[in-house]
């Protein structure tokens, strides 16, 4: 099996792979396109937020990158930050990175912020 081309052409609609997980913000960013990204990641961190606080986090302390469901929000956070930095919102970015950081240290060593 061949390796898709990255960036590739289109968006990742259909696609399932472990690769395409991360989605339409880094799909966006490869493509030269960061004003995309950070409206697809602003999104996805909007969605993560959500889906923590159905879980019952209350807007503060941990996001653990060893539970594999916090991956999604935790990605989106780190592509919001890269998305804002690309287009000069440079508070923006740090309040990222910070609360990446402050989420778990280790998602942010292993996401590359």
């Known amino acids: 099996m061949t390796r898709p081309r990255w960036p590739p052409s289109t968006p990742p609609r259909r696609r399932r792979g472990r690769r395409w997980r991360t ?10 396109r960061p004003v995309e990204s950070y409206a697809y990641a602003r999104v996805g961190y909007h969605r993560g937020l959500d889906a923590l606080r159905r879980a019952g986090w209350k807007g503060a302390g941990p996001v653990p990158w060893s539970h594999a469901p916090n991956h999604g929000f935790l990605r989106a956070l780190h592509a919001l930050g890269r998305a804002a930095a690309a287009i000069g919102e440079q508070d923006e970015a740090q309040r990222c990175a910070t609360f990446l ?13």
């Open 23 to 32: 989605g339409l913000a880094d799909w966006a960013f490869a493509a030269g």
């Open 101 to 113: 950081r402050d989420s778990d240290p280790e998602a942010a060593r292993t996401l590359g912020d």
